[in-house]
Nanobody, 121 residues
Framework: EVQLVESGGALVQAGGSLRLSCAAS????????IGWFRQAPGKDREGVSYISSNGRTVYTDSVKGRFTISRDSAKNTAVLQMNSLKPEDTAVYYC???????????????WGQGTQVTVSS
């Protein structure tokens, strides 16, 4: 079956870094766009970044210059490197796979279970 499993979430101080990983299985990884999304308490799910099947990357404005998305075909894994973290980055982070290159979560087909990122001030 299809699985997307996130790891790497933690409690970190403002200004610190985290590396989130998404391990994919059960589908043809290289054919799909991989997105990272986050949801804070009381807020809608927000698109953070995606990397297309051909390697194009897109970031929401609030994380540009701080976060980097990448993918490794040999490992069927996508990574979100997060630097200069801020308290407002606190959320559950999800990876997802879809056929459309977009930051809108409604268009993603497969989802992971989420990993908690907490940034303290």
């Amino acid at each position: 079956e299809v699985q997307l499993v996130e790891s790497g979430g933690a409690l970190v101080q403002a200004g610190g870094s985290l590396r989130l990983s998404c391990a994919a299985s059960g589908f043809t990884f290289d054919d799909y766009q991989i997105g990272w999304f986050r949801q804070a308490p009381g807020k809608d799910r927000e698109g953070v970044s995606y990397i297309s099947s051909n390697g194009r990357t897109v970031y929401t404005d609030s994380v540009k210059g701080r976060f980097t998305i990448s993918r490794d075909s040999a490992k069927n894994t996508a990574v979100l490197q997060m630097n200069s973290l801020k308290p407002e980055d606190t959320a559950v982070y999800y990876c997802a796979a879809g056929t459309m290159a977009t930051l809108r979560p409604i268009f993603y087909k497969y989802w992971g279970q989420g990993t908690q990122v907490t940034v303290s001030s």
